[in-house]
């Protein structure tokens, strides 16, 4: 008889659980990196909206498949630039889940991971949140407040996006 905590986390014994472990890794990184911040509430739908977005950036910037915690802090780095204003981080995104998917696909396995991290985009292209509209408003600010001022509904993550970068910064 097996015993339970000597099951494989990678499907491959026969039917098994598949455990995410790179997708819940980034995931766990991506919200102490946001938690540590503290910008927003942890149940707000923006901080949902960063830290999958951040989820995302960790999990896709992960070439080598090994996600590991010594190599964060030499990878904030790497995750500053893909999150800054001027990357074309949603093109670098579709471009990124493409590629891992065919290598998914060329090893014959279902990824799981992967499949988690295509919820999250999915999410964060489909989910549009009520946002300050910067652009309307001159020096980019609302007179009088926040909660004053025109609101534009935004996609998810063009509102996590600059939330993680800023987090990563605050870290």
């Not at 950036?57 to 630039?81: A, H, K, M, N, Y």
């Amino acid at each position: 008889m097996q015993h339970r905590g000597h099951q494989s986390t990678d499907g491959t014994d026969g039917g098994e659980l598949t455990v995410p472990m790179a997708w819940l890794y980034a995931e766990y990184i991506a919200d102490e990196l946001l938690r540590t911040g503290d910008l927003m509430p942890p149940t707000s739908f923006e901080f949902r909206a960063g830290r999958d977005a951040l989820a995302l950036t960790v999990f896709l910037s992960d070439t080598d498949g090994e996600l590991s915690g010594i190599r964060v802090v030499t990878q904030l780095e790497t995750w500053l630039s893909l999150t800054a204003y001027d990357q074309p981080w949603q093109d670098w995104v579709r471009e990124r889940m493409d590629q891992v998917a065919a290598e998914t696909a060329a090893s014959g396995r279902p990824s799981v991971d992967l499949e988690l991290a295509a919820a999250a985009w999915r999410w964060l292209q489909e989910t549009e949140l009520l946002a300050p509209d910067l652009n309307a408003v001159p020096g980019g600010a609302a007179p009088g407040g926040e909660d004053e001022g025109p609101k534009v509904w935004t996609p998810a993550w063009q509102l996590g996006l600059p939330l993680g970068h800023l987090a990563i910064h605050l870290f």
